[in-house]
Every structure is written in structure tokens, then in C-alpha cells.
């Protein structure tokens, strides 16, 4: 089969402000020592925005290894990721797509992102065997595929009742993973990521941290403020916007936890204050005005 997608394979660029515990650095060196002597599976498990899909691109780019990413969430049948038929000037032919490319290509990481959210469980079965020690699938479209040596195959995933469409995985397919858990930064560290991520200054992320520890520490609230989160209302700040606008903006909740949350928030040192609302024109013109905000 052709392999015009070649390009398509890259490193991905480092994020020079990426932080992990020294276990999760560990972890990864012994999958990368691993990886040269076959390939190797993993995946990443944690809690919702505690940065699982940015360490697999963290890890390639570290390690200078092309990086593939395929969203299991839109798989509703098998071979779905290899390829699919298409009708050409009234002919049909077989369409490969960059999947069986990256299994190929030596070195790859190959992310499985929500590997537990398929349309249809049976839609991962083809890549039992692809994950196995054969290594190996076999295809009438393209014939015997196998894995190329330094594969590392990653899949995250997120689990829990509040995760809508995911499934428990297969226990004989999370069988084949070596396992790594991650959590949430550290106070100290989130707050240096903060200031150098998103520009704020250092009052302003003291500001943004502590409003973001008023909501985690109060179990009333039920409510989980990931790094994720942070960021967003770092960046909604260090672009002009008030603590309140990057909260209101930034967490995904019912209007009336929302007004629990920004009670909560004002009572608790005074972390926001409650500006007056008026409604304008929302044109060019008046936009204009606040394109230096």
C-alpha cells in the first residue's frame, strides 16, 4: 500500500513547563528502556484535566519519537481505525488510513485516546491482537500487519458514573497494559505552572490559587477543579478578565451550583466581587473598543 502519509508523523514540539513526580519520570525511562527491546503498552489513568493526554506528547517529544493520535470515541465497528471502502469514478476501493502506517513505523507513539468510550466495545477487537506479544492482524484489505520494534502504544482513559458513554475496560485487554496513575500538581508546582503558562502575575496567580483551594477543600460543593481548570482561568485573567469571569467561564456546572460556587468564593475572604451587569450592543463597533483589553 502507498505511504503518502508519511509527512503526517511527527515529534511532536517539548512543553517546556511540564511537570511530573519524579515516580511518573521513572516510569516512563523504564517504558522507554522497555520499548527497545519490543514494543510496549501503557496507559494512563487519573483523574479528569490532571494532564494524561499532554504526557503521552511529553513523552514523545522527550524522547524524539513520531507521535499518532486516534480518538477511540468514534469507532463503531472493527477495522474501523485500518481503513474503509469508498466509491472512486464508480469503482469501489479501499482507502488505508494513517493507523496501520504508525503500527508500522518504527518508534511511533501511538496514542488510543478514551480508549473506554467506543460507540461499540467490539470495535477494539481487532487490536487484541496488535496489543498482544504477536503483535500481529491480519486484514483481506492489507494483509498481515505487525507492529514495528519501538512501539509504544499509549491509552488513556477516564472512568466513573459521571463520565457519560465511557465503559469499563475489557479486563482482558487492560491485561495488556503496563498501568501509570496521575493526579493532580501540587499547590506549589500548579502555581508556578500557572504564572508560566498563562502570563499572570505572581498576585494574581496567589489570587487565582487560593480561590481554586476555597472550592477543593469544601466537599458541599462536589465539585473537582482540575489543573485543566486553572489554566483556563489563569489565561481569562492574564487577558484582561476579573477572577469572577474566569470562574464563571471555566467550570462546567448548573447555573445554580454555579451560584453556590461564587457565594462561596465572595464569603470566603472576599475572593470575588460581584460587578454590575448591563447589556450593550454586541457589534464591530463596540468590540473595537475592547480589542486592547
Not at 44 to 51: E, H, K, P, V
Not at 78 to 88: A, N
Request: charged share 20%; with cysteine.
Amino acid at each position: 500500500m502507498s505511504m503518502d502519509n508519511t509527512l503526517k508523523l511527527t515529534i511532536p514540539p517539548e512543553d517546556p513547563y511540564y511537570y511530573a513526580s519524579n515516580e511518573v519520570m521513572d516510569i516512563l525511562a523504564r517504558i522507554h528502556k522497555i520499548s527497545q527491546k519490543h514494543p510496549v503498552n501503557v496507559l494512563i489513568a487519573g483523574r479528569q484535566g490532571c494532564g494524561k493526554s499532554s504526557i503521552v506528547s511529553q513523552y514523545a517529544a522527550v524522547y524524539q519519537k513520531p507521535l499518532a493520535t486516534f480518538q477511540v470515541g468514534i469507532l463503531s465497528e472493527p477495522g474501523q481505525l485500518f481503513g474503509e471502502y469508498t466509491l472512486e469514478n464508480g469503482q469501489t476501493r479501499y482507502r488505508q488510513f494513517l493507523f496501520p502506517q504508525a503500527i508500522q513505523t518504527p518508534n511511533c507513539v501511538i496514542h488510543l485516546e478514551e480508549i473506554n468510550r467506543p460507540e461499540n466495545p467490539k470495535a477494539l477487537n481487532m487490536l487484541f491482537s496488535l496489543l498482544s506479544d504477536d503483535r500481529k492482524v491480519w486484514m483481506d484489505e492489507l494483509g498481515t500487519l505487525s507492529v514495528a520494534e519501538g512501539v509504544v502504544f499509549f491509552a488513556t482513559l477516564n472512568e466513573g458514573e459521571e463520565f457519560v458513554g465511557t465503559e469499563l475496560l475489557d479486563p482482558a485487554l487492560r491485561d495488556r497494559f503496563y498501568t501509570v496513575l496521575m493526579d493532580y500538581l501540587p499547590n506549589d508546582v500548579e502555581r508556578e505552572v500557572l504564572i508560566k503558562k498563562t502570563g499572570v502575575t505572581e498576585t494574581q496567580a496567589d489570587l487565582i490559587m487560593g480561590a481554586i483551594n476555597v472550592l477543593r477543600s469544601n466537599p458541599e460543593l462536589g465539585i473537582e477543579v482540575s489543573t485543566r481548570t486553572t489554566l483556563m482561568i489563569g489565561e481569562m485573567v492574564a487577558a484582561g478578565g476579573s477572577l469572577r469571569e474566569g470562574v464563571v467561564t471555566s467550570l462546567q456546572t448548573s447555573k445554580s451550583t454555579l451560584e453556590t460556587i461564587l457565594l462561596a468564593l465572595h464569603m470566603e475572604k472576599g475572593y470575588l466581587q460581584k460587578g454590575e451587569l448591563e447589556y450593550l450592543l454586541f457589534t464591530k463597533n463596540m468590540m473595537s473598543d475592547r480589542s486592547d483589553w
